[in-house]
T-cell receptor
Framework: DAGVIQSPRHEVTEMGQEVTLRCKPISGHNSLFWYRQTMMRGLELLIYFNNNVPIDDSGMPEDRFSAKMPNASFSTLKIQPSEPRDSAVYFC??????????????FGPGTRLTVT | KNEVEQSPQNLTAQEGEFITINCSYSVGISALHWLQQHPGGGIVSLFMLSSGKKKHGRLIATINIQEKHSSLHITASHPRDSAVYICAVRMNTGNQFYFGTGTSLTVIP
């Protein structure tokens, strides 16, 4: 298996533009997680899905952020409009887990977002 | 106040030394994860624990639920172990995850 795939690997955009980050989880995994990592705040969980359904989005910073998982093999994280403080590395991870039980997570390589 | 505290923040060791990284948490949890972030930025999940002890190669992770504490041990450390080690917990009520700020380990040849 290719592992968790994220695209793009790097994104530079201007403030106010829409940004879409993409993630393809490992085939067969039923849970998908979006994380953000900054120097100031470290690693934070933004949202996670189980069986394509958003379970907890309390980590999503504000309404400018939205995430979708239209099917088991694809998820997007969208920021509209983007702001310089959104600059961070965004990781996607997937695992196979039951709803109330955790399991090992496999991380993608991350997308480094820079908003100027 | 952080729900997850790690110590030490930074650690330098000589190759071959036994290393311990500690994680304390203040919330009730269903699971605790140890993550390794390489200098290039990639993240690898090392362990997921809900009780007891797990071992994988030179890595050992233990957890004491009553004391709300976990340790990650590295035996016979090697320069390739140099990385940031992050402790993360999943609450047992709701679905929140909390992360430690990480321990930066450097192993010198």
């Amino acid at each position: 298996d290719a592992g968790v795939i994220q695209s793009p690997r790097h994104e530079v955009t201007e403030m106010g533009q829409e940004v879409t980050l993409r993630c393809k989880p490992i085939s067969g995994h039923n849970s998908l997680f979006w994380y953000r990592q900054t120097m100031m705040r470290g690693l934070e969980l933004l949202i996670y899905f189980n069986n394509n359904v958003p379970i907890d989005d309390s980590g999503m910073p504000e309404d400018r952020f939205s995430a979708k998982m239209p099917n088991a093999s694809f998820s997007t994280l969208k920021i509209q409009p983007s702001e310089p403080r959104d600059s961070a590395v965004y990781f996607c991870a997937s695992s196979f887990a039951l709803l109330d039980r955790g399991n090992e997570q496999y991380f993608g390589p991350g997308t480094r977002l820079t908003v100027t | 106040k952080n729900e997850v505290e790690q110590s030490p923040q930074n650690l330098t060791a000589q190759e071959g030394e036994f290393i311990t990284i500690n994680c304390s948490y203040s919330v009730g949890i269903s699971a605790l994860h140890w993550l390794q972030q390489h200098p290039g930025g990639g993240i690898v999940s090392l362990f997921m624990l809900s009780s007891g002890k797990k071992k994988h190669g030179r890595l050992i992770a233990t957890i004491n639920i009553q004391e709300k504490h976990s340790s990650l041990h590295i035996t016979a450390s090697h320069p390739r172990d140099s990385a940031v080690y992050i402790c993360a917990v999943r609450m047992n009520t709701g679905n929140q995850f909390y992360f430690g700020t990480g321990t930066s380990l450097t192993v010198i040849p």
